[in-house]
């Protein structure tokens, strides 16, 4: 009924930048809350950025400053630009949110299948 489909992941060098997209499609009423989370190898999935459907954000410390997360309302979509990237930041990059489909009155999670983003020299 949902579908969140993201983009942008790929190979980047230290000090690079990257923007990742999620483009969620399907019998949407309302989507409130949009996350990105990342998983690096052998690590647990991690928040890295919320934004509310007004607009306030929220950020892991380690990306402050660095990232920037927004989103575009009549497109459904939620945008993640990634700058200063490092070592560190290499991981699957997942995209969340909790969206209200047509004929339900309560909020659902959704995911998407998660997009690579390797940061290397």
């Known amino acids: 009924q949902v579908q969140l489909v993201e983009s942008g992941g790929g190979l980047v060098q230290p000090g690079g930048s990257l923007t990742l997209s999620c483009a969620a499609s399907g019998r949407i009423l309302r989507i409130n809350t949009m996350r990105w989370y990342r998983q690096a190898p052998g690590k647990q999935r991690e928040l890295v950025a919320a934004?509310?459907?007004?607009?306030?954000?929220n950020y892991a410390d380690s990306v402050k400053g660095r990232f920037t997360i927004s989103r575009e309302n009549a497109k459904n979509t939620v945008y993640l630009q990634m700058n200063s990237l490092k070592s560190e930041d290499t991981a699957v990059y997942y995209c969340?949110?909790?969206?209200?489909?047509?004929?339900?009155?309560?909020?659902?999670?959704?995911w998407g299948q998660g997009t690579q983003v390797t940061v290397s020299s």
């Open positions: 969340n949110a909790a969206i209200q489909i047509y004929g339900r009155s309560y909020d659902h999670d959704y």
């Open positions: 934004i509310s459907s007004g607009g306030t954000t």
